[in-house]
């Protein structure tokens, strides 16, 4: 663990090199977001459009006061006429893997999702295989709905995810 306090922040003009690293260099995702070479340019674009922060999702930073450590993510996932939840997700850069930075940040985000906006729900999934993501999600109040078979294609074979989902009654706000 980290003795700095992990924090969430909004992404700046000078934090787009580290998210774009995470579209051009394999090294920089871990073995579980490698999913080819990406548009480099997307982060960019949608920072100078909104900041990464939009009305159906977006991203903030994983930092402490000295080091960016990646990012945390969410989007809108439409479940019904007049009703969503969200779907997030998280990116560390390796050094900050193994330390209880992602439980810590993916906590922080479901705060400030449901102090911020009206959801009851909130989903992450990842690969049956990412067993240290399965543990920071448990740790962070998740509860495992499921196993998603063949859900998605990487490094040449279809793969297993894993299902999770936190209710707003599960996390105390206060």
Known sequence: MTDEPVILRPVREDDLPMLERFLTDPEATGPFQWYGWSDPGRFRRRWDEN????????????ATDTDRLGFVAWRKVVTGPAS??????IQLAPHACGRGVGTRAQRLLVHYLF???PVVRIEADTEAENIAEQRALEKAGFTREGVLR???FRD???RDGVSYSVLRDDVSLA
């Open 115 to 117: 102090a911020h906006t």
């Open 51 to 62: 900041g990464l922060l939009g009305d159906d999702g977006g991203q903030l930073m994983v």
């Open 150 to 152: 063949s859900i998605v």
């Open 84 to 89: 969503y939840c969200w779907n997030m997700g």
């Open 156 to 158: 040449g074979q279809w």
